[in-house]
């Protein structure tokens, strides 16, 4: 079975510093990693993913995510933080492709970026 | 080019009531998925439809049921509806088979169980 933790329920940077969300997962087979963030009372909105290749990976707004395969981890990054970014980034996981059967997203618990001015 | 559409936006029922929310997936979008969202926590599987058969169900039990129909819109059924059911709907919408592929979802229709 797929799983994803995310370890923090809330993150709180300053705006201009760097900020990090954290998440480590566990698939059977490769993984395949997205993340997402969800604005209030609105759906969710894809940012970046991984499928292969590079394990840093730019995304939208100016993130970024960093996997790392003996570490089992796929960190959001961004260099600079702004307060727009202030939101719930949802981190998720789909296994190998290899099996068809199964293509469910399997989602992190949430962590809330709160950004200050 | 028109996004995933959910409707209704927001819905209130009661016990032991019936419901039906629809979805129209992205313009090219064959497959369309099915989340629950609880308050505080993160989407869960409900089930995936493509060409119109249910092609993967998560731990959801037989109340909650779905069709999909030939231009792949879907909707989503719960039937016997209990408090613990108020959530976030979400509706997603991808290519089948690429797992690759990121899903896009809709804003979602929250429904009260009153």
């Known amino acids: 079975a797929q799983s994803v933790a995310q370890p923090e329920d809330q993150v709180n940077v300053a705006e201009g510093n760097p900020l990090t969300v954290k998440c480590t997962y566990s698939?059977?087979?490769?993984?395949?990693l997205f993340w997402y963030v969800q604005y209030p009372n609105r759906g969710l909105q894809f940012l970046l993913k991984?499928?292969?290749?590079?394990?840093l990976v730019k995304g939208s707004y100016g993130f970024e995510a960093e996997f790392n395969k003996s570490q089992t981890s796929f960190h959001l990054k961004k260099p600079s933080a702004l307060v727009s970014d202030s939101a719930l980034y949802f981190c998720?996981?789909?296994?190998?492709?290899?099996?068809?059967?199964?293509?469910?997203?399997?989602f992190g618990s949430g962590t809330r970026l709160q950004v200050q001015p | 080019d028109a996004g995933v559409t959910q409707s209704p936006t927001h819905l209130i029922k009661t016990r032991g009531q019936q419901v039906t929310l629809r979805c129209s997936p992205k313009?090219?979008?064959?497959?369309v998925s099915w989340y629950q969202q609880a308050l505080g926590q993160g989407p869960q599987f409900i089930f995936q439809?493509?060409?119109?058969?249910?092609?993967q169900r998560g731990n959801f039990p037989d109340r909650f049921s779905g069709h999909q129909f030939p231009n792949y819109s879907s909707e989503l059924n719960v039937n016997a509806l209990l408090l613990g059911d108020s959530a976030l709907y979400l509706c997603?919408?991808?290519?089948?088979?690429?797992?690759?592929?990121?899903?896009?979802f809709g804003q979602g229709t929250r429904l009260t169980v009153v």
């Open positions: 997603a919408s991808s290519l089948y088979p690429g797992a690759g592929t990121e899903a896009f």
């Open positions: 991984y499928i292969t290749g590079d394990n």
């Open positions: 698939v059977s087979g490769n993984p395949y």
């Open positions: 998720a996981v789909r296994d190998s492709p290899m099996d068809t059967g199964r293509r469910a997203l399997t």
């Open positions: 313009s090219g979008h064959d497959t």
């Open positions: 439809y493509y060409e119109e058969e249910e092609r």
